[in-house]
Structure formats: structure tokens, C-alpha cells
């Protein structure tokens, strides 16, 4: 399934922690790697085409050990989202901070574990057209979709 999505770490002081993930390796969950962004305060980007290949991320970037935690924020845009979403680490997990006048909506979960879970759709809710039918605000599949 495609969905491309973008994701950007925002961390200060953390170049020796992100500077495994600008390099390839085959032993993690997800593919891919990082690259720098010019920022004074530290950034990196990635970009992914598919779903599948992203599995594992967050979990893989809660597991790092950064130099301040309380500071690290994951920007994630998927294809079909109204806007990024923000991700902050909260008693040692990466959870998807709230935004104001959003809502994250979710299809119903495949019936089988052949497909990858959905991040779902992150969906401006004061612009006053509702979510396409069939999406909940509910957690639809409990697998992480990230």
C-alpha cells in the first residue's frame, strides 16, 4: 500500500544518537535513513514511499539514548493528513501530542495481519467538512502503525 509520509526529528544536542540512523542498516524494523537538516538546533528528515518499510520507527526512536528526552519532537506528515502531527517522549514513549482544532481519524482495522497497520488520518476539524465515512476517532488496530 502506498502512503508517503515524511517524518522529522527535532532534537537538541543529538548528533551522535541520530548519526547511526543517515547511515543504512539492514537490522533495523524500518528501511531507510536519515538525513541532516541545517538547523541550529539539530534536525533530521526521512521520507518514506510506503507504509510497510516504516514499522518500528518511534519505538526505535524511543529506544535511543538522548541527551535531553524531554525535548525530542517527531514531526510526521502522512500523505492523506491535513497537517503534521507531533510526537514528544512522555515516561520513556513517543506519544502523539494533541493538537488544537484536530483529530485523528482511523479506518477499521484489516481483518488480517497480511497488511500494515494504519497511522490513520490526522484531519483539521475547524474547517468544516467532516472525515470521509468508515473512519473513527477510535484506535481502530492496535498494532503501531509507526
Not at 55 to 68: A, I, M, N, R, V
Not at 136 to 146: L, T, Y
Amino acid at each position: 500500500m502506498s502512503r508517503i509520509a515524511q517524518v522529522i526529528v527535532l532534537a537538541h544536542y543529538a548528533d551522535e544518537v541520530m548519526e547511526p540512523l543517515t547511515r543504512p542498516d539492514e537490522s533495523r524494523s524500518w528501511c531507510g535513513q536519515f538525513t541532516p537538516l541545517n538547523l541550529f538546533v539539530g534536525g533530521w528528515v526521512i521520507e518514506f514511499e510506503r507504509m510497510r518499510p516504516r514499522t518500528g520507527l518511534l519505538k526505535h526512536l524511543e529506544s535511543l539514548p538522548w541527551p535531553d528526552p524531554g525535548k525530542v519532537q517527531v514531526l510526521i506528515h502522512d500523505e492523506e493528513d491535513d497537517c503534521f502531527g507531533l510526537w514528544m517522549i512522555h515516561d520513556g514513549r513517543l506519544l502523539e501530542v494533541p493538537l488544537p482544532r484536530t483529530r485523528r481519524f482511523h479506518p477499521a482495522a484489516p481483518p488480517t495481519d497480511e497488511f500494515p497497520p494504519s497511522p490513520g488520518y490526522l484531519w483539521r476539524t475547524d474547517a468544516g467538512i467532516p472525515p470521509p465515512d468508515g473512519l473513527s476517532a477510535e484506535r481502530q488496530d492496535p498494532r503501531p502503525a509507526w
